[in-house]
């Protein structure tokens, strides 16, 4: 493959593909950009926490005061260790609707570190573990015009862009050499080892100080920076696209269901808020908790059914699995949702039989 010498023709083609590459990663980078400034989620969280859940804490605080009251009056009998043993199990129920939603939140927020840095960087080897952000830098095709590329990396060297890549505070260039020194000068790209330089003639009329080199050369590494051919750089292009689109899909089925519990649980809230002072506390928060335990895995399933509804519509067609992580925390949520349901099915138990009775 290194002795393919494409034609005219063919590396027309494969600039054009590379335009139209760029343009549909910056239009994937735009919707991820979406999720990072929040795209709602940031708006509910004042409403989640300052409105619908401060006023069922202020009512459960109220009666948990009421039953210290009673506490330190002596007035403790049966009724009070019912009320006091029903309050500390319903604080189960009611942190897990906070854990989940927080949950939801948080696995979005990994899975936008995981769309915008990549972990292996591609052309570097599998030895060296260099995270970085996902755009690496872009050199110009070796094969394209190699004189030009000569005097290009002439130029870097030779000149004060080999100090203008450190553009911060004087001190931080040790942060350069150390990376250099930890990785023996394997995050160094091959083509601009020193040795690779000399023969290249880059060195011809001028060399900057070898600290300088390792420093400018470790900066390139850094950036993921590596002097490809247009085959390469098209290879790259194509893979670095279906990667983002697996991202992508997983990022934006993520945000629907941390959205859907966000709004689930503080519409729920608010319900629950409102008849707190119709009723005893304790009954109303059971009902409530039972409700959200039985209908909160159906809503954070409900960007999966959506998908599948049109393989059901087709005979003899099944749906392609789906995505490990996105189904691990369905049943992450179901599990606790479970855990929820039985401790709120038993407090509504004994608050229906200590009504009726």
């Not at 493959?1 to 549909?24: G, S």
């Not at 804490?57 to 009421?66: D, G, H, R």
């Not at 500390?88 to 840095?117: C, G, N, Q, R």
């Not at 960007?303 to 392609?320: C, D, E, F, K, M």
Request: include cysteine; glycine fraction near 6%.
């Amino acid at each position: 493959m290194h002795d393919y010498a494409p034609d005219n023709d063919a590396r027309q083609a494969m600039r054009a593909y590379l335009q139209r590459a760029e343009v549909r990663m910056s239009t994937m980078h735009r919707i991820a950009g979406v999720f990072l400034n929040g795209a709602g989620l940031l708006i509910l969280f004042p409403v989640f926490f300052r409105d619908a859940i401060a006023d069922i804490n202020e009512v459960a605080v109220n009666q948990i005061n009421k039953l210290y009251a009673d506490f330190l009056s002596s007035s403790v009998n049966i009724q009070w260790f019912i009320d006091f043993g029903l309050y500390a199990a319903l604080f189960i129920p009611f942190f897990i609707t906070l854990a989940i939603p927080l949950y939801a939140f948080y696995l979005l927020l990994k899975d936008i570190v995981f769309f915008y840095f990549a972990g292996q960087s591609p052309g570097y080897g599998k030895q060296l573990f260099n995270p970085r952000f996902v755009l690496s830098g872009l050199a110009f095709s070796p094969d394209e015009a190699p004189e030009a590329k000569r005097r290009i990396i002439r130029q870097q060297y030779t000149t004060d862009l080999v100090d203008f890549i450190l553009p911060f505070a004087e001190g931080e260039a040790g942060y350069y050499e150390a990376v250099y020194a930890h990785t023996e000068g394997q995050i160094v790209p091959e083509t601009r080892k020193t040795a690779a330089l000399r023969e290249a003639g880059v060195f011809e009329q001028h060399q900057p100080a070898e600290p300088a080199i390792q420093r400018f050369n470790t900066a390139l590494g850094l950036a993921g920076f590596l002097d490809r051919s247009l085959t390469e750089e098209v290879a790259r292009a194509e893979i670095s696209v279906v990667r983002y689109a697996i991202c992508l899909r997983r990022l934006v089925l993520r945000y629907i269901k941390a959205l859907l519990m966000f709004v689930w649980t503080t519409l729920l809230s608010f319900i629950l808020v409102s008849f707190l002072g119709q009723a005893t506390p304790l009954l109303i928060l059971s009902i409530g908790y039972v409700i959200w335990s039985l209908l909160t895995p159906r809503i954070v399933g409900l960007p999966t059914s959506w998908l599948n509804q049109g393989a059901a519509r087709r005979a003899g067609i099944a749906p392609v699995d789906q995505d490990d992580q996105l189904v691990k925390f369905e049943h992450t949520v179901r599990l606790f949702c479970r855990i929820s349901l039985a401790i709120s099915l038993v407090a509504l138990a004994v608050e229906l039989g200590r009504f009726l009775l």
